[in-house]
């Protein structure tokens, strides 16, 4: 089994076993038989196709693996063959529909073409480049009536857009122009493992980034040497490489060699060091003072780099400070122009003293207008209060009756309730009782008595004592 082969068996959820009969099959019949299982044999493919670059699984000439670039050979066949099902049949069909689509596109022409891939005059590229470069690469095969593979380099479309992504929010989080400037080289240096989540770049994947990032997205300015990413705060304007441009660049990558020197004179001294001491240990004077002065250069020729470095440290801080300067001029220039226009829309001191004095003499006319119209509501109502009187006088008389009716009512049930208590005490059979100092008491009743007289019920309270007293 090929090692792309395994790879994608183990990793492409598409490439599962049971699917593998139909990938491996020749399925170009389905085109107009099938459509859909074309199709979705085609995206399954190109899909795969495209990851195992990204991975860097797809070998090619170069010492480093192409992560935005498919080398489509021999070999790619070698290493999708399945000892099951051999090779991939219909893997020319694959790479052509994938040109077709725009997702892969001929190495060569998309590095020459001057012209967004994402304008219409791309939409020819079926019928021009596509025919052209198939009939330049295909096999002999194609006399045959059988289609082969063409043999090439294909961009693929879903990698370089994935490394540009990944190159605009670094883009977008660098804070002044001179950590968004590099030269070629120094930006090779530093992007060719942050992009593609690990992996390594090849040179060749940077001539293609940078040529979609520049031509496609504009997320970078790049004339062969100079690379500007574009930020948040870059001047539109500044399409090209400017001289100071090139001037950062190269004051970044010196102070990034100079870095690289002194680590690695740091490292040495430290080496140098711990071998004199083991030359002292075995007593081999000579070759340990030999080892002293090489460290002793090495620490002098290290103290000049920090020098340097310190300077070069500087001009950097100064060069961002005064690039912070243009910004900021550039900003006030601009607000000024903005104040001056709205101030020209407003007319001037003596408008607004002019508006502002109509519009207080029109907020006192709607005072006097309000005040005119409330002493008017006020005059037209008029309340006679001996017609008041006379309708509250109409209408307790019209009460009175209702009134002494529901006091008779009152009274009524009042003789009721006390001709029905008067029945029940009656009924109740005397009860005898002991009462001492009954002259007392019986004078204490009658006073109590007396002075409850009156009512029925005082009355029937009067029985109740007469009859207290008889039972004594």
């Known amino acids: 089994m090929g090692d792309v082969a395994e790879f994608l068996v183990q990793h492409d959820h598409n490439f599962r076993r049971a699917r593998l009969p139909?990938?491996?099959?020749?399925?170009?019949?389905?085109?107009?038989?099938?459509?859909?299982?074309?199709?979705?044999?085609?995206?399954?493919?190109?899909?795969?196709?495209?990851?195992?670059?990204?991975?860097?699984?797809?070998?090619?000439?170069?010492?480093?693996?192409?992560?935005?670039?498919?080398?489509?050979?021999?070999?790619?066949?070698r290493s999708l063959e399945y000892k099951q099902y051999?090779?991939?049949?219909?893997?020319?069909?694959?790479?052509?529909?994938a040109v077709s689509e725009k997702q892969f596109?001929?190495?060569?022409?998309?590095?020459?073409?001057?012209?967004?891939?994402?304008?219409?005059?791309?939409?020819?590229?079926?019928?021009?480049v596509v025919s052209w470069a198939f009939q330049q690469l295909w096999s002999s095969d194609s006399a045959k009536g059988d289609e082969g593979l063409p043999q090439g380099r294909f961009v693929v479309l879903k990698n370089v857009e994935a490394g540009a992504k990944a190159l605009a929010e670094y883009a977008s989080t660098s804070a002044s122009p001179f950590d968004r400037t590099f030269t070629k080289s120094h930006f090779?240096?530093?992007?060719?493992?942050?992009?593609?989540?690990?992996?390594?770049?090849?040179?060749?994947?940077?001539?293609?980034?940078?040529?979609?990032?520049?031509?496609d997205r504009n997320i970078i300015a790049y004339d062969g040497k100079t690379i500007r990413l574009r930020g948040d705060v870059t001047n539109p304007d500044r399409s090209s490489i400017t001289e100071e441009d090139a001037?950062?660049?190269?004051?970044?990558?010196?102070?990034?060699?100079?870095?690289s020197q002194v680590a690695a004179m740091e490292t040495r001294i430290e080496d140098l060091t711990?071998?004199?001491?083991?030359?002292?240990?075995?007593?081999?004077?000579?070759?340990?003072?030999?080892?002293?002065?090489?460290?002793?250069?090495?620490?002098?020729?290290?103290?000049?780099?920090?020098?340097t470095l310190t300077q070069l440290e500087e001009v950097a801080h100064k060069i961002q400070q005064a690039a912070n300067q243009v910004q900021l001029v550039e900003v006030m220039e601009a607000s000024t122009g903005i104040l001056r226009s709205l101030n020209q829309q407003v007319g001037g001191v003596d408008r607004v003293e002019e508006a502002v004095d109509k519009l207080r003499e029109q907020m006192e006319e709607v005072d006097e207008l309000g005040n005119v119209l409330a002493s008017a509501g006020t005059a037209a109502v008029v309340i006679d209060e001996?017609?008041?009187?006379?309708?509250?006088?109409?209408?307790?008389?019209?009460?009175?009756?209702?009134?002494?009716?529901?006091q008779g009512a009152s009274v009524a049930e009042g003789a009721k309730d006390a001709a029905d208590l008067e029945r029940r005490l009656d009924q109740i059979p005397a009860v005898p009782s002991v009462i001492q100092q009954g002259g007392i008491a019986h004078e204490a009743q009658e006073a109590a008595l007396g002075e409850r007289a009156g009512s029925p019920t005082d009355d029937v309270l009067q029985r109740t004592a007469g009859l207290q007293l008889e039972g004594k």
């Open 105 to 128: 596109f001929p190495l060569d022409e998309f590095l020459r073409s001057r012209e967004s891939i994402y304008s219409r005059s791309w939409t020819a590229v079926p019928k021009s």
């Open 247 to 259: 001037a950062i660049s190269s004051l970044k990558e010196l102070m990034d060699d100079i870095k």
């Open 86 to 97: 051999g090779r991939p049949i219909a893997l020319g069909s694959v790479v052509k529909e």
């Open 22 to 77: 139909a990938l491996y099959s020749d399925f170009r019949s389905q085109r107009t038989l099938n459509p859909d299982g074309f199709h979705a044999n085609i995206t399954a493919w190109r899909d795969a196709l495209a990851r195992a670059t990204r991975e860097g699984r797809i070998s090619s000439d170069a010492s480093t693996a192409d992560l935005f670039i498919l080398s489509v050979n021999d070999h790619l066949l």
């Open 386 to 406: 001996a017609e008041l009187d006379s309708e509250l006088a109409e209408m307790e008389a019209a009460q009175k009756p209702q009134m002494e009716q529901a």
């Open 274 to 307: 711990s071998k004199a001491k083991e030359c002292v240990a075995r007593n081999n004077k000579i070759s340990a003072l030999s080892l002293l002065k090489s460290r002793k250069l090495t620490e002098t020729a290290l103290e000049k780099r920090h020098a």
């Open 188 to 215: 090779y240096k530093t992007f060719c493992k942050n992009l593609m989540g690990g992996h390594r770049i090849s040179h060749r994947d940077l001539d293609v980034l940078l040529k979609y990032a520049s031509r």
